[in-house]
């Protein structure tokens, strides 16, 4: 992990998007299309790429009810392995940072409490997905209802480059905190709201 690049690293989150694993396309949750007024947006920051062997750093979970937002569940979480300098400069996370913080074991019954009955928006899903269902040895994680706003740009933005969560919050002038869960779930939920009026 060290030998790469920040850059590299996020070159290979892209390309990893909709690939998945094995077991990730054997996924419990369902993709939607629909607009929904009431939602969850989720984001994880991470040690790496693979939800089999990489562990979460931070979560952020942002509660909306007729697109208002209501509640934040926002945190960092302990992942009991080194973070490298990669997912530092990446992240801004530090090893100190999640020394004394909660296991995840500790905080995922309250994420899943949280989320409820809520459909899920978030921006390249499977990666979110693919961590969140990673967990299921540990919790009973609920088969839910997952809209992704990278399906949802390219259903309704034309004419930009790609659509990671940073060029579409320039594109559309948001001010975005990147690679922070919460700031990330923030600029997911401006995305959605966007699209959802346009369709």
């Known amino acids: 992990m060290e030998k790469r690049s920040a850059e590299q690293l996020l070159k290979q989150k892209k390309k990893m998007q909709y690939s998945g694993s094995r077991k990730n396309r054997q996924q419990k949750y369902s993709l939607s299309m629909e607009v929904v007024k009431n939602y969850v947006v989720l984001d994880f920051e991470t040690t790496g ?3 089999w062997k990489d562990k979460i750093i931070q979560i952020g979970a942002v509660k909306y009810e007729n697109h208002r ?3 934040t569940f926002y945190l960092l979480v302990d992942p009991q392995c080194h973070i490298s300098r990669t997912i530092t400069s990446i992240t801004g996370i530090r090893n100190e940072d999640v020394a004394g913080a909660p ?9 899943i409490a949280f989320i409820g009955d809520y459909p899920i928006v978030a921006h390249n899903a499977p990666f979110d997905m693919g ?3 990673a967990l299921d040895s540990i919790a009973s994680i609920p088969a839910y209802t997952v809209i992704d706003t990278v399906r949802l740009a390219k259903q309704t933005l034309r004419n930009i480059p790609d659509y ?4 579409l919050s320039a594109f559309l002038e948001l001010e975005h ?3 922070d869960a919460l700031g990330d779930c923030l600029a997911a ?4 709201q966007f699209c959802a009026v346009q369709n």
């Open 69 to 71: 937002r209501t509640d």
């Open 131 to 133: 961590f969140l269902y």
């Open 103 to 111: 296991v995840i074991e500790e905080v995922i019954d309250d994420l």
């Open 189 to 192: 939920a401006a995305i959605y």
């Open 164 to 167: 990671k969560l940073t060029t």
């Open 49 to 51: 790429l693979s939800a």
């Open 177 to 179: 905190h990147a690679h």
